[in-house]
């Protein structure tokens, strides 16, 4: 069964900081760009940050400097290392992979909430 499993979310103070994981089946991880999205309360899905297999990185400007995404390829694992938290930080924090051949998939989701 191909999924993907994210961990790490909770309730944190600004300025905190939080890592959160993606677990993924070896068949998903093997063959796709990774990638970590968010969705905020009343507000679209937003892409926050991607890594390809061989480490190439992309990321939205508010969050450069503060996150970091990374995967680990023994673990068949993604993470992203959140520093700095604000408040506009909240929302339910999602695993995405594409596959190069076509297929994507989604995690359930993790919740992040900063307090202010």
């Known amino acids: 069964q191909e999924l993907l499993v994210e961990s790490g979310g909770g309730l944190v103070q600004a300025g905190g900081s939080l890592r959160l994981s993606c677990a993924a089946s070896k068949s998903i991880y093997s063959s796709s760009v990774m990638s970590w999205y968010r969705q905020a309360p009343g507000k679209q899905r937003e892409l926050v940050a991607s890594?390809?297999?061989?480490?190439?990185?992309a990321s939205e400007d508010s969050v450069k400097g503060r996150f970091t995404i990374s995967r680990d390829n023994m673990l068949n694992t993604m993470y992203l290392q959140m520093t700095s938290l604000k408040p506009e930080d909240t929302g339910v924090y999602y695993c995405y992979a594409k596959k190069f051949a076509g297929a994507d998939y989604w995690g359930k989701g993790t919740l992040v909430t900063v307090s202010s």
């Open positions: 890594i390809t297999l061989t480490g190439r990185i």
